[in-house]
């Protein structure tokens, strides 16, 4: 009983590499203390260093450079003043277009914390030509292509061929913690776990927008993955393949 008791404590130092804490520039925090108070759940559950990836979609999601600067500003100084053993970068979500690699030649704020990667987001009814088309892009234009929350579309989840093949371009995956905790549906637990039994699964985000409806469950997540799995499994996607992966940009970014 206290072995597993050991075994399912609190791992600290977690990594959340997507999640939407700028305040007021997109569906996630409204508002700076909407903001604070994601934060402090994340810090409470052990996170120490977040990527927040405000939304970027042609037509939907346009803010201003200028704006988005400000207001993670704001927020990077507010958590430095609560939490100073908290990194807090900022990222992008970049909903995928044509021009996508000239929006990000020009705004380097979407990229992934100042380095290389870049978190590219598709629609649910896009179709896997279109996605590997989008992923060729990134690649071969030097960024590294972690594709959001991959078990959302449909056409990857009957063919692990396809993900596969986007991981030999040199992507990586991220899948939302909900969907390893069964909060999405059965069929995109399966997928996820199926992903990770094979090698193709790298990180886990808790795209966390508010405290109510889409809260941030990392720490509910990595307790999962170390019953499942093991904690060497669980360490290596919510610790180490994180630092490893983002920051092994970090020397490329501009």
């Known amino acids: 009983m206290f072995g597993t008791q050991r075994k399912q404590t609190r791992m600290t130092g977690l990594w959340d590499i997507h999640c939407h804490l700028v305040p007021g520039v997109d569906d996630g925090a409204p508002d700076l203390r909407a903001a604070l108070a994601l934060l402090e759940a994340e810090y409470r559950s052990g996170v120490r260093h977040i990527v927040t990836t405000p939304h970027f979609r042609l037509q939907m999601f346009e803010n201003r450079e200028e704006e988005v600067l400000e207001a993670f500003a704001a927020l990077q100084q507010a958590a430095e003043a609560s939490y100073p053993d908290l990194e807090v970068y900022l990222g992008c979500e970049l909903h995928q277009s044509p021009d996508m690699v000239e929006l990000i030649r020009q705004r380097p704020q979407f990229r992934m914390a100042g380095t290389n990667c870049v978190l590219v987001e598709f629609s649910t009814w896009d179709d896997a030509r279109r996605i590997r088309k989008r992923v060729y892009s990134l690649a071969s234009n030097g960024y590294t292509p972690i594709v959001a929350h991959v078990e959302r579309y449909q056409c990857l989840l009957s063919d692990l061929s396809i993900v596969a093949d986007l991981v030999e371009l040199g992507a990586y995956l991220q899948v939302n913690a909900d969907c390893l905790l069964g909060k999405d549906g059965a069929a995109a637990r ?33 307790a999962f993955l170390t019953r499942q799995y093991g904690e060497a499994v669980s360490r290596r996607i919510f610790l180490e393949n994180p630092k490893e992966i983002i920051f092994a940009g970090e020397q490329n970014g501009e």
């Open 190 to 222: 399966r997928f996820g776990c199926r992903l990770l039994e094979q090698g193709l699964l790298h990180l886990v985000g808790s795209d966390a927008h508010d405290l109510r409806h889409r809260p941030p469950r990392l720490a509910e997540c990595a």
